[in-house]
């Protein structure tokens, strides 16, 4: 074994030396008691962890500056519970899924931005770099079926609050540039401020990188402006705006040999030209009798053109404009009943989306607008059965789509289809004594299919009729702190999917979506945190089974044939991914950091049978050094120190009438240097506190 790969595995002995028993306690590291604000539909009532009745990994502000992560992807795949990973040879545009989704044929994780979904329209897709970290807040992770949320978060929601000015904060500005191995270079400037009830914030960003491959350049420009107005304790209301413009290129995926002969080569080449608008209203009122008011407004529209798409046998170009416009409002009453805490939320959402696209190819001209309305209710109930003891949750959600379908080209295949789906949740959260909890949970969420999933390659929209995914799932676990500084927590899930989407190319002249009867995912998930007066440590450690629980004959690369049992596992989910991350603070302003990650082998993606070799295991490591000097702040880091040699993704596909195995390679070693500066006064320009205890109180003194 190559000796770097020896290193890898020597860091993350501990994080993986279960892997073969029961997998060792998940953790949550941020405390026993920590706020949530994702545990209803927009964050309004007072809830901590302690009443979750599932897992849930907070990132505050201050975990994000200490990662050192350049990327929110890449402060995601820190967890152990989530797989990243490109797919497309593109160093901008990672895929994320949780809990043994493989983003087969689309993403099962909602990924919602300061109350508004941002999955793509067309294929549910996360365009990640329109996410500048160095804006963002905090980041929730709920993994499982998220009811509240609605279709496409049977994986789990990733919730994404962007920074705001605190209403005292006085004026201040950050400004600062990194640069790093394959020419990435990064600027920002951000200003905030607070004149009596207004505030403002304002973050302006590029980054631009030369790409460790052929043809993977990108080039990303943002602009956010952020208002708001906070007239009294129990009026919120804020107002944002954004602009992106990106120009991206894609090295696509390369045979074995070729990855043999030259690693960083190309073949195919994807060219994309892209633009961002996005606004988007909220508002929080305090009422009379405990009860609140808050709501959610947007309007986002991405223009898309691809003047090159070039694979090894076809050519085209493309133009897409992606328009959504939708708004949430719920009522939400928190307080005392029968000397219990009780907190009920009842709401309704709405919105449309237009998918209007036009390609031009060798195979002929196509193009279609899709238009998708959809509404629903929802609402949940929390209590406490036995105070500070026992809780409970039951939610429901119900969700209706409609769907209309216009060809540019065959009019005649103009269709339209609704999808209607009722999901409920159910938990109870239990704690002994304090910095023990104990849960379990019962979950349903569904998924309708995608434009592209029912007409896919042209064939008529109205024989491509497919069942909305449901999923099913059951969860127990647990949190604890054994004691001060030390958190720990375990997670262990079942899930069962019914009506999977699968490609399978075997079907009509150029391949259909078929509906998969059953598929079971189960697993455990786990982590511990330390945090000392220098050290700090973390572990963490996955254990997923993805298997079709049907008998299905699917197409195999080579024009044959594969039957899949019951039993096999799916492509691209590892079933074993490990994390370890220790951070010294030898001085005051100083943090040096290391953190590691293995991820297990994989089946490749078209061997559903699991009869091919598999996608080889792999482990990285990542360094970090930090000094934080009055109002600078400089950093060094090294990704992929050990220089391991892996390819993310692999494919079981036909190239000239025989089977050939296609891999979309890692970049090796890189390094990266940064230097900020900020005027102002210390932590200004950051809303550090959680916007729901401001609204509770405002509610309380309404209430009195």
Known sequence: MPRHRLSAVAVLSFAVSSAQSVPPLVVNPYGWKVPVTGSLRLPDAPSDSSKASEAVVVLDRGAIERSGARTLPELLSRQAGLDVFDSNGSAFQPTLDMRGFNAQPVPATAVVLDGVRINEADFGQVNWQLIPLQDVERVEVHPGPATLFGRGALAGVVLVTTRRADKAAEASAETGASYGSFNRRKGWASGSGAFRAL???????????????????????????????????????????????????????ITGAELAADRTQHV?????????????????????WGLSLTGSAHWRA?????????????????????????????????????????????????GRTES??????????????????????????SVDLVPERLSATAGLRYDENRMHYEDKVKPSENGRTAFRRSSPRFGLAYNPAPGRTFY?????????PTPNELKPFGVAFAAQMLNPVQTKQYEVGARLEPADGLNLAAAFFRSDALDEIYYDSSVGAFGANVNIPRVRRYGTEGSAAWQGERWDLRAGHAWTKAEFASQVTLSKAGNTSQKVLKGDSLPMVPEHKGTLGVGYAPARGWRVSADGTCVGSQWVLGDEANLEPTLPAYCTVDLGVRLVK?????????????????QARSILATLSGRAERFYTPAPGAGVGASLSWRW??????TARRPQVDALELARRAVAD
């Not at 379990?440 to 309708?448: D, G, H, L």
């Open 199 to 253: 505030d403002w914030r304002v973050h302006l960003e590029r980054e631009r990188e030369s790409g460790w491959r052929d043809h993977s350049e990108g080039d990303i420009g943002t602009a956010r402006v952020r208002a708001g107005w906070r007239p009294d304790a129990g009026t919120d209301l804020s107002l944002s705006y954004q602009r992106s413009d990106d120009r991206l290129n894609q090295g696509g995926s």
């Open 268 to 288: 195919s080449q994807v060219d994309t030209v892209s633009s961002l608008d996005m606004v988007t209203a909220a508002a929080r009122k305090a009422l009379p």
């Open 302 to 350: 991405r223009h898309e053109a691809t003047p090159q798409n070039k694979g090894r046998t076809t050519f085209s170009d493309s133009v897409s404009d992606l328009v959504s416009r939708g708004g949430v409002v719920q009522l939400t009453r928190a307080g005392e009943a029968l000397d219990r805490e009780v907190s009920v939320t009842a709401g309704l959402e709405g």
């Open 356 to 381: 209007d696209s036009f390609t031009r190819s060798n195979f002929g001209p196509s193009g279609s607008l899709v238009k998708d309305d959809s509404a629903a209710l929802f609402g949940q109930a």
């Open 440 to 448: 379990a949970s019962y979950a349903e969420a569904f998924r309708a």
């Open 630 to 646: 009055g109002a600078w702040t400089a950093s060094l880091s090294g990704t992929n120190v050990t220089d391991a040699r892996y």
């Open 680 to 685: 102002g006064p210390s932590g200004a320009g």
